[in-house]
């Protein structure tokens, strides 16, 4: 399908959905002209009309807060966009990391999705895998690329016991900080090997069925 075969609404407009590539949050609820969709799509960046204030705008233009596209689908009746985007910062004008953080009219004690876990995890994962081409020398995850899964699985089970520690401590700062050392370890570990976070995500799933 052709931006000319979408189903454009009366006034020029489409419906698009903004969602986190890595998370899967939804960020917005926004609306593009043909104008937005096709500088997104040549930009890579987000470009959006605001029916307030009658102009095309871009996500972050005052900000900074720009969000990278890395994916733009359409329904299946051509009347509604998808763009999956990598975000700089909050979404919301209100500082919050999605338009969608403002409440739930379901239970209050339904759990909530946080999407802060999975969009440090998803910058980590690309930093990781960034400095596998960098010198050892200078960047210790290129180091502990360079030393292999022996010196890895070392230094995880050495961050596992820390963990440990620290929860017998029963310090709550001092957990997090030490889970996040095993994590970090642990995804250099699926990076030396080729692993996917996709696959350990299918893994879970399966064992939850």
Request: proline share 3%; hydrophobic share 40%.
């Given at each position: 399908?052709s931006?000319?075969?979408?189903a454009?609404?009366?006034?020029?407009l489409l419906?698009?959905?903004i969602?986190?590539?890595?998370?899967?949050?939804?960020?917005?609820l926004?609306?593009a002209n043909?104008?937005?969709?096709?500088r997104t799509?040549?930009?890579?960046q987000?470009?959006?009309?605001?029916r307030?204030?009658?102009?095309?705008w871009k996500?972050g233009?005052?900000?900074?807060?720009?969000q990278h596209?890395a994916?733009v689908a359409y329904?299946?009746?051509g009347?509604?966009?998808l763009?999956r985007v990598?975000?700089s910062g909050?979404?919301?004008?209100?500082?919050a990391?999605?338009?969608?953080?403002a409440?739930?009219?379901?239970d209050?004690?339904?759990p909530?999705h946080?999407p802060d876990?999975?969009?440090a995890?998803?910058?980590l994962?690309k930093?990781?895998a960034a400095?596998?081409?960098a010198s050892?020398?200078?960047?210790?995850t290129?180091?502990?690329?360079h030393?292999?899964v022996?010196h890895?699985g070392k230094?995880?089970g050495?961050?596992?016991?820390?963990?440990?520690?620290?929860?017998?401590?029963?310090?709550?700062?001092e957990?997090a900080?030490e889970?996040?050392d095993l994590?970090y370890h642990t995804?250099v570990l699926?990076?030396?090997?080729g692993?996917?976070?996709?696959e350990?995500g299918?893994?879970?799933?399966?064992?939850?069925?």
């Open positions: 399908m931006i000319d075969d979408l454009w609404g009366r006034d020029g419906p698009v959905v969602q986190d590539a890595g998370s899967g949050a939804v960020l917005t926004a609306y043909r104008e937005a969709l096709e799509l040549a930009e890579r987000t470009y959006l009309y605001s307030s204030r009658a102009r095309l996500k233009e005052t900000s900074g807060h720009v596209v994916h329904d299946c009746d009347d509604a966009l763009y990598v975000p909050p979404a919301c004008h209100t500082g990391a999605s338009c969608f953080d409440g739930s009219l379901l209050a004690e339904a909530q946080d876990f999975a969009r995890v998803e910058h994962r930093t990781i400095r596998r081409d050892p020398e200078t960047s210790y290129a180091r502990l690329l030393d292999g022996d890895i230094k995880i050495e961050e596992a016991t820390e963990v440990v520690i620290a929860a017998k401590n029963g310090k709550p700062a957990i900080w889970v996040a994590l995804l699926l990076e030396e090997r692993v996917s976070l996709d350990v299918r893994e879970l799933l399966r064992r939850a069925e």
